[in-house]
């Protein structure tokens, strides 16, 4: 199919991590299953990947094994450099009140649960460009320009993209968090605004990040160090809105100070290496994450807080979800937009975020932001979690994204793919 041809099987739009994901394991397992899928997918700003050597992007996530495994299953992690990756081994997380080296600070280590690290941390470019070629690898088709309107019929959906009108059994809305598709489609959302900015940079620091995550609760705002490739730190600082501003404004030399405070000097003396950029922080849920013909995926289906690090790993999840739901349809003779499967991957998929959004707007609220006596029964669940090893097997099992019911690519192994 070229990018002239309009009549898609499935159509999705945006080619983020989560939209390129979806494309690449629906297009190769398709493929595999002979029964092969026309597929395109929008996308007016593919960005260029990153070249040889450049300077890592301040722009990272945590990337948890789930959404290794999602990756690797789509032809994408393959793709990426190696050099560019870094995976972590722990996680260290303290309160304010406690030393960051200290007996009280909680450690996760991947050792606990036999595992060689609790994930990767990469830039989201890195992934997004390796998903989409991966994608037209597997015989998808990018169209460069985006989602204006659509309109519902009973056997397709007409979609207008610039001067074209396209048409699909299926509509994936993976456009993010201003999601078009979600507006057209009339799904009423809520969205909360957190009162929060995160500050984001790379910094280089004076001691060795030991290819761990660190994470201090502030009591008013939480700030994370995540390894990178290269031997320096990403930070991901939340703070209240005006705060952040303030920060942003400051000088380099001045900012730097502020932060070495904010980490308590665990990682010693830090220089900023990048810009710094204010992103600011809203709790999003579309009520409906499917409609007839359509369905919503990663951030245009919710978004959640950065602290815990879960926004995309649960993105890559419903799309692996949404492909082994089209895939049965696919089996049982369907057409890609049945109302069942796409039922069955709305079920689904609430069912798995609503406990886990819930978590983390509680650490949020209790451990990240509040002084009160809940905060002190949150600070004491932590002391217990500390002294539990099965609690610390509980929230690694959470952490790499491997509990709960999970999607056929998240449950094989990447080694087993390769
Ligand atoms: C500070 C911060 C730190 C984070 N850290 C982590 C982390 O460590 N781990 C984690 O799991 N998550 C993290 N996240 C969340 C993560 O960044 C998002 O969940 C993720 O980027 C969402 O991916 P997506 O593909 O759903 O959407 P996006 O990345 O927003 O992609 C949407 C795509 O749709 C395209 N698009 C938009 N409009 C249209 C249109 N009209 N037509 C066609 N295409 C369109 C865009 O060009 C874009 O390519 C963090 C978020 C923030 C703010």
């Not at 070249?51 to 722009?59: E, F, I, Q, T, W």
């Not at 996530?61 to 032809?75: D, H, K, M, V």
């Not at 809520?190 to 290819?211: D, F, G, K, L, W």
Request: with cysteine.
């Amino acid at each position: 199919m070229s990018a002239a041809d309009t009549r898609w099987d499935v159509l999705i739009v945006g080619g983020g991590p989560v939209g390129a994901c979806a494309g690449a394991l629906l297009q190769r397992a398709a493929g595999a299953g002979r029964r092969p899928l026309r597929i395109g997918l929008l996308e007016p700003a593919r960005p260029a990947p990153p070249a040889a050597g450049a300077a890592l992007d301040a722009r990272v996530s945590a990337w948890s094994r789930s959404s290794e495994r999602i990756l690797s299953a789509a032809g994408a992690w393959q793709r990426m450099a190696a050099e560019r990756i870094q995976p972590y081994e722990r996680m260290c997380v303290w309160p304010a009140h406690v030393p960051a080296r200290s007996a009280d600070a909680l450690v996760f280590d991947a050792a606990y649960v036999g595992e060689s690290n609790l994930g990767s941390i990469a830039e989201n470019r890195l992934v997004q460009c390796a998903a989409l070629e991966a994608f037209e690898a597997a015989g998808g088709t990018i169209v460069p320009s985006g989602f204006s309107g659509l309109e519902i019929h009973e056997d397709e959906v007409q979609v207008r993209a610039a001067e074209q009108v396209h048409s699909c059994k299926l509509l994936v809305g993976a456009d993010g968090a201003r999601s078009r598709v979600r507006d057209a489609l009339g799904v009423a959302t809520r969205i909360t605004s957190y009162e929060q900015t995160a500050i984001v940079a790379n910094v280089r620091t004076e001691r060795a990040h030991e290819r761990t995550a660190w994470q201090r609760f502030l009591g008013a705002g939480t700030l994370a160090f995540l390894p990178l490739a290269d031997g320096s730190s990403s930070i991901v600082w939340s703070v209240q809105e005006t705060l952040a501003r303030e920060r942003l404004a400051l000088p380099a030399a001045q900012f730097e100070q502020e932060l070495l405070g904010a980490s308590d000097g665990v990682l010693g003396a830090l220089e900023l290496c990048t810009e710094r950029v204010g992103l600011p922080l809203r709790r999003l849920r579309a009520e409906r994450f499917s409609a007839a013909r359509c369905a919503l995926v990663g951030d245009a289906a919710h978004v959640v807080h950065p602290l815990a690090g879960q926004g995309v790993n649960l993105g890559l999840l419903d799309a692996a979800a949404l492909a082994d739901c089209v895939l049965e349809a696919l089996q049982r003779g369907e057409d890609p937009g049945a109302a069942a499967a796409l039922r069955r991957y709305e079920r689904w998929r609430k069912s798995e975020l609503a406990p886990m959004a819930l978590a983390i707007d509680g650490f949020n609220r209790f451990l990240a932001h509040d002084s009160g006596p809940l905060a002190h029964l949150a600070q004491q669940g932590l002391v217990w979690v500390n002294r539990s090893e099965a609690a610390k097997r509980l929230f690694i099992g959470r952490a790499l994204g491997l509990a709960g019911e999970l999607p056929a690519a998240a449950r094989v192994r990447a080694a087993a793919l390769s």
